[in-house]
């Protein structure tokens, strides 16, 4: 858990870089628009527990950013990296050049989507049917975005390996379970790198930051980072294409 003095320098934050500034010594790294945008995401009222879609309570020690699960089981551990990249998007005005890919290859844009197209599964493949455009919604697009797409989509269409972490970048094992996380911030000291780590989970569940041991943060070794419940090494950090 982390300590009664860092709780006690972070209780009236709202934002995620004003809650967790970086640890005694450290420097935030320069940040790029979406770093940025990350950076401000909303959080929950600190003791606001991490909950599934189902409502019950997970033991992951984080605070739950204020981001809303679409419907079911759905907004996973890649699905959650996903909806911010998606939302950032939204938030410039720019959903409609949006389009992910499912784990087949097959890509699901936003536009086609919004245009009054669903897409089905038949076979191996994304197919699509006319509906009426009315129905369309941003979330109904979202949740069929995170259906069919996963840690193996993410790492072999949406994104490139990377060596420097930024924030904004991912780490990704790609896998059937596999696991993605988000990098919210990034600060150095000295010949250190430091991580923010936000994370979504299974089952579905509130997209969190993750608590690491140096005041929230987690320390990047040769390894990688290994989050207790999943090792994440040093070859899935991924950056968006």
């Not at 300590?3 to 709202?14: D, E, M, P």
């Not at 988000?182 to 780590?197: H, K, S």
Request: overall charge neutral; aromatic content about 8%.
């Amino acid at each position: 858990m982390l300590s009664i003095l860092i709780v006690t320098a972070v209780a009236s934050a709202t934002t995620v870089g004003d809650a967790y500034p970086p640890p005694t010594g450290a420097t935030r790294t320069a940040d790029d628009a979406f770093g940025a945008w990350l950076q401000a995401l909303p959080l929950r009222p600190l003791g606001t527990p991490i909950r599934t879609h189902r409502g019950g309570v997970v033991r992951h020690d984080g605070r739950p950013v204020s981001m809303p699960l679409v419907r079911g089981d759905l907004q996973q551990c890649a699905d959650s990296v996903i909806r911010l990249r998606a939302e950032f998007a939204r938030s410039r005005g720019a959903e409609s050049d949006l389009s992910f890919h499912a784990t087949s290859g097959d890509p699901l844009p936003w536009r086609r989507y919004a245009s009054g197209e669903k897409p089905r599964a038949e076979g191996n493949r994304i197919v699509w049917s006319r509906v009426d455009p009315g129905l369309q919604t941003w979330d109904g697009w979202l949740s069929a975005v995170f259906m069919w797409a996963g840690t193996r989509s993410l790492a072999a269409y949406e994104t490139v390996t990377t060596r420097l972490p930024k924030a904004g970048d991912m780490l990704v094992v790609g896998g059937s379970p596999g696991h993605a996380v988000m990098l919210l911030d990034v600060a150095t000291r000295g010949d250190q790198t430091l991580l923010l780590i936000g994370e979504g989970y299974m089952p579905a569940q509130d997209f969190h930051v993750e608590h690491g041991p140096e005041s929230g943060w987690w320390v990047w070794s040769d390894t990688g980072v290994d989050l207790g419940h999943w090792d994440m090494p040093r070859e899935s950090l991924r950056r968006w294409r």
